[in-house]
């Protein structure tokens, strides 16, 4: 059971407000490498950098009804961490593990406890990309993926967590 007494994820008690004022929380993390953006060969990843991508994600985020905590770490423990935070305190996730898509059973596991949407995003194509690319094994315990957009696969992320907390606009 999710610790008693946090009110900032989906499933809590109603706001007077109505439940579709109240922000909900995302995180959106990063795995490693992802803190190099900008400089990082650009010439598959761009030249946005994780703050730029931070700042586009907050404007969203604002018109969907959604704060966004943005974080990167390039520690598979630290990252375990964050997703065990997410699932006890009920927050929707997008996330970008970055090379541990690819291998790393002990986030994918972590990932499947989870309480509230999972959205996971790839700024490049890894379909098609080098063949270890081509598995990632965190991507049956999500909704959905979206690769392959740049920065705006993040933007197309969020809008996909709004539509499954059912907080997205008119089309
Ligand atoms: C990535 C794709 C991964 O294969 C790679 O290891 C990354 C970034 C992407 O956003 O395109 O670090 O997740």
């Known amino acids: 059971m999710p610790p008693r007494g946090d009110t900032d994820g989906p499933g809590d008690t109603p706001d007077p407000a109505g439940p579709e004022r109240r922000a ?5 993390l990063n795995g490693p490498n992802l803190g190099r953006l900008g400089s990082r060969e650009p010439e598959i990843y761009g030249s946005a950098t ?23 770490t390039d520690d598979e423990a630290e990252l375990i961490g964050w997703i065990h935070e997410a ?6 996730v997008v996330l970008n593990p970055a090379a541990f898509t690819h291998y790393s ?14 959205v996971e995003v790839h700024l490049s194509n890894p379909a098609a990309r080098e063949s270890f690319r081509h598995t990632s ?3 049956a315990v999500a909704d959905g993926t979206i690769t392959g957009f740049g920065p705006q696969s ?10 499954l907390l059912n907080r997205a606009g008119p089309d």
């Open 105 to 118: 059973y002990a986030l994918r596991d972590a990932l499947a406890m989870r309480t509230a949407p999972l």
């Open 137 to 139: 094994v965190v991507s």
């Open 87 to 92: 699932a006890d305190r009920r927050l929707p």
């Open 154 to 163: 993040y933007e197309l992320a969020l809008r996909a967590v709004a539509r």
């Open 24 to 28: 909900v929380t995302v995180l959106i």
């Open 50 to 72: 994780l703050a730029d991508i931070e700042a586009a994600c907050a404007a969203l985020g604002a018109e969907l009804g959604l704060d966004v905590d943005l974080r990167q």
